[in-house]
Nanobody, 114 residues
């Protein structure tokens, strides 16, 4: 089992920044991919960004504004979110892939509003 703990969400004004963190614990050996998804009210959960090895992939809507990174020594993934827009408002979920199985965090709320 892998446990994921997210932090860093909150309320921010348009144009502002937030950094989300996701700490993985438990059986973390062979985690191959870490990523972030989000779900806005009334919408399906969608991919935001993933990192696997040295490769990253982003949703078109966040390219150039969000940056995903991973600190293997700390078993932590980060999502730096800049130039936030109201449409970025959602619950953000950490996701990891290990031995073919996906694990999810409990989610952290990000609200972008003036």
């Amino acid at each position: 089992q892998v446990q994921l703990a997210e932090s860093g969400g909150g309320l921010v004004q348009p144009g502002g920044s937030l950094r989300l963190s996701c700490i993985a614990s438990g059986n973390i050996f062979s985690i191959s991919r870490m990523g972030w998804y989000r779900q806005a009210p009334g919408k399906q959960r969608e991919l935001v960004a993933v990192i696997s090895g040295g490769s990253t992939n982003y949703a078109d809507s966040v390219k150039g504004r969000f940056t995903i990174s991973r600190d293997n020594a700390k078993n932590t993934a980060y999502l730096q979110m800049n130039s936030l827009k109201p449409e970025d408002t959602a619950v953000y979920y950490c996701n990891v892939l290990r031995s073919g199985r996906q694990y999810w965090g409990q989610g952290t709320q990000v609200t972008v509003s003036s």
